[in-house]
């Protein structure tokens, strides 16, 4: 019996592994984000009838394939372990509640959408990149702290000078904020300048300033911790893989200390035996 679920589970784990299969898992999840699309633009009916035929089958392909990677795991609960596995699992469960003109028709279009986001767990890279977001929004956390310091300093300095030249734009500390965000975003900022340059001559040193420090420095700084945390992902990746310089690192420095703790056995195996014979 152990030797028929070791058979069968080498097996799920051949096709779990198969390029063929990861291929068409992702074709799949394309290709159901491109029958959500469809389903926005005004169909013909008898094209409604396909669609919802092709929705249920790529909902039962989802759940085979889905079936399939927790069939290769040793443990059935060694699925659950990875928040992508979770993650997937969540999205192919709520892709069972039905799409007919219920209440919960709304809500199941919109879950869905969401099956595209299977593509990060299946692509390595997109998962760098989210992990490298995920890990990168605390640090930046500080830098925001900081820029909003500023936009407050200045969002109340120009409240102060120039609510007299237009109250719609620095009305109040809120409406001066929104000014600002417009400023550092260049949306039409200039005329915003000019406006008070008419009455302060020496104005555009506030704004050039508050460009300075928002759209260079604050942007840059978040742009380094980004780039910064994705090389520390791609590193990680790379050990855990066993590839590029990083791998071959992790693999030098884990086998180094196997041999270091060889040693040590023999080291203490020889002294054992040298004791014995002086005895």
Same mark, same amino acid.
């Given at each position: %019996?152990?030797?028929t679920?070791?058979?069968?589970?080498?097996?799920?784990i051949?096709?779990?592994?198969?390029?063929? +299969?990861?291929?068409?898992?992702?074709?799949?999840?394309?290709?159901?984000a491109?029958?959500?699309?469809?389903?926005?633009?005004n169909?013909?009916?008898?094209?409604?009838?396909v669609?919802?035929?092709?929705d249920?089958s790529i909902?039962?392909?989802?759940?085979?394939?889905?079936?399939?990677? %927790?069939?290769?795991?040793?443990?059935?609960?060694?699925?659950?372990?990875?928040?992508?596995?979770?993650?997937d699992?969540?999205?192919?469960?709520?892709?069972l509640i039905?799409?007919?003109?219920?209440?919960m028709?709304?809500?199941?279009r919109l879950?869905?959408?969401?099956?595209v &986001?299977?593509?990060i767990?299946?692509?390595?890279?997109?998962?760098? &990149? %989210? !992990?490298?977001l995920?890990?990168?929004?605390?640090r930046?956390?500080y830098?925001? &702290?900081?820029? +909003?310091?500023?936009?407050?300093i200045y969002?109340a300095?120009?409240s102060?000078?120039?609510?007299?030249?237009?109250?719609?734009?620095?009305?109040?500390? #809120?409406? #001066?904020? @929104?000014?600002?965000?417009?400023v550092?975003?260049?949306?039409?900022?200039?005329d915003?300048?000019?406006?008070?340059?008419?009455?302060?001559?020496?104005s555009?040193?506030y704004?050039?300033?508050?460009?300075?420090?928002t759209?260079?420095?604050? @942007? !840059?700084m978040m742009i380094g911790i980004?780039?910064?945390?994705?090389?520390?992902e791609?590193?990680?990746? !790379?050990?855990?893989e066993?590839i590029?310089?990083?791998?071959?690192v992790?693999?030098i420095?884990?086998? #180094?200390?196997?041999?270091n703790?060889r040693?040590?056995?023999?080291?203490?195996?020889?002294?054992?035996?040298?004791?014995?014979?002086?005895?």
């Amino acid at each position: %019996m152990t030797t028929t679920v070791t058979a069968w589970r080498d097996r799920f784990i051949a096709i779990r592994s198969n390029k063929v +299969f990861e291929i068409s898992v992702i074709s799949i999840i394309i290709f159901s984000a491109l029958l959500v699309g469809a389903s926005t633009y005004n169909i013909d009916p008898n094209w409604l009838g396909v669609m919802a035929v092709l929705d249920i089958s790529i909902t039962i392909f989802f759940l085979v394939e889905l079936s399939i990677r %927790m069939a290769a795991e040793k443990r059935f609960l060694n699925f659950f372990k990875s928040g992508w596995n979770i993650f997937d699992f969540l999205i192919v469960s709520v892709s069972l509640i039905p799409v007919d003109e219920s209440e919960m028709v709304l809500l199941a279009r919109l879950l869905r959408i969401f099956r595209v &986001l299977r593509l990060i767990s299946f692509i390595p890279e997109l998962r760098i &990149l %989210m !992990n490298a977001l995920a890990t990168a929004i605390p640090r930046m956390g500080y830098v925001v &702290l900081l820029m +909003f310091i500023i936009f407050y300093i200045y969002a109340a300095i120009g409240s102060f000078l120039f609510e007299s030249i237009n109250s719609v734009l620095w009305g109040d500390l #809120s409406i #001066s904020l @929104l000014t600002l965000f417009r400023v550092a975003t260049f949306e039409d900022w200039t005329d915003v300048m000019y406006e008070t340059m008419e009455v302060y001559p020496f104005s555009w040193i506030y704004y050039l300033t508050f460009i300075f420090l928002t759209a260079f420095v604050f @942007l !840059n700084m978040m742009i380094g911790i980004v780039l910064d945390t994705m090389q520390s992902e791609h590193e990680k990746f !790379n050990r855990e893989e066993g590839i590029g310089e990083a791998g071959e690192v992790h693999w030098i420095k884990e086998n #180094s200390i196997r041999m270091n703790e060889r040693m040590e056995r023999i080291e203490m195996m020889l002294s054992q035996i040298v004791e014995q014979k002086k005895g």
